[in-house]
C-alpha cells in the first residue's frame, strides 16, 4: 500500500452486498479526493487474522447470524477494542433491531443497506472517518512539560515542540473533538475511554490517566456531554 494511501476494510459475507457498498464507498473517496486501498473480507475471521492495519471498517452487524462458532458483528468490534485498535467501524445493517448494539469505542455510526442508494448517510459517515483520520484528529492529547509540548498521537508515536499549552489550546478551539482539562493537558474526546468519579479525571484507550481541574470541570463536563451528544445523534441517525 502507498504510505499516502489509508486502508478501508469492508466486512460482508455477501458478495453482492460486498461490491456494493464497495462501489459506493470508492465512489465517495473519489469524490473526496482521499486516497485509499480497498480489502474485501468475507468473514469476521478474515478481519480478525488480517495482517492489515485498517483505518475504517465497513462491518455487517448480521455477519454469521444465528451460525454457532462464528464471529458476528459485535464479536469483532470487542476484539479490535480489546486489541486498542484505532480502526474506526461503520456499522453496517439490515434491520433497526441491530442499531441499539451498533456501540463501541471506535464505532462512528450504522447505516442501513436498504438505504445505500437513496440516503446521505453513508456519505456523512465516510466524510467524518475522513476528518477523523486526517489532519489534528491524529492527536490523542498534549502535555505541557516546563516550556516545551508533548504530543502524543493515535499511533503511540510522540512529539516535542517548543510552546505554551494556552496558545494551542485557543488554536484548537475550532476543534470540538478538543478540550483543555488541567493547566497541563489538553486531551481529544476521540481517545477517552472513560471518565473517572465524578470528572476528576479521563482514562484514555492506553489507560493513561489524564487529571481535570476542579475549576475547568464545568466547562469540560459540558463540552463532553456535547460531544457525546453529537455521537449518539450520529449513531441513531437523528
Do not use: W
Not at 6 to 35: M, N, S, T, W
Not at 166 to 186: D, L
Amino acid at each position: 500500500m502507498d504510505s499516502n494511501q489509508y486502508c478501508i476494510g469492508i466486512c460482508d459475507d455477501e458478495l453482492v452486498f460486498r461490491k456494493k457498498i464497495l462501489d459506493e464507498v470508492k465512489h465517495l473517496c473519489a469524490e473526496q479526493g482521499f486516497p485509499a486501498e480497498f480489502v474485501l473480507f468475507a468473514s469476521g475471521e478474515e478481519v480478525i487474522s488480517s495482517e492489515k492495519k485498517l483505518d475504517l471498517l465497513l462491518l455487517d452487524e448480521e455477519i454469521a447470524d444465528g451460525r454457532q462458532n462464528l464471529l458476528n458483528g459485535k464479536d469483532v468490534r470487542r476484539i479490535l477494542e480489546n486489541r486498542f485498535s484505532k480502526t474506526y467501524i461503520i456499522c453496517v445493517t439490515s434491520y433497526d433491531k441491530y442499531m441499539q448494539d451498533a456501540f463501541g469505542q471506535n464505532v462512528i455510526g450504522f447505516v442501513n443497506k436498504r438505504e445505500l442508494e437513496t440516503s446521505n448517510r453513508l456519505e456523512d459517515l465516510i466524510v467524518r472517518c475522513i476528518d477523523l483520520l486526517q489532519g489534528a484528529s491524529k492527536i490523542a492529547y498534549i502535555e505541557s512539560k516546563h516550556n516545551d509540548l508533548e504530543v502524543h498521537f493515535f499511533d503511540g508515536s510522540v512529539k516535542t515542540v517548543r510552546g505554551a499549552l494556552e496558545a494551542i489550546a485557543k488554536e484548537m478551539q475550532q476543534y470540538e473533538i478538543y478540550v483543555k482539562c488541567h493547566r497541563s493537558y489538553i486531551v481529544n474526546f476521540n481517545y477517552v475511554k472513560a471518565v473517572i468519579g465524578t470528572f476528576s479525571d479521563f482514562r484514555l484507550l492506553d489507560d493513561t490517566l489524564i487529571p481535570i481541574s476542579r475549576g475547568l470541570k464545568t466547562e469540560v463536563q459540558r463540552k463532553y456531554d456535547r460531544f457525546i451528544d453529537q455521537r449518539v445523534s450520529l449513531l441513531l441517525g437523528e
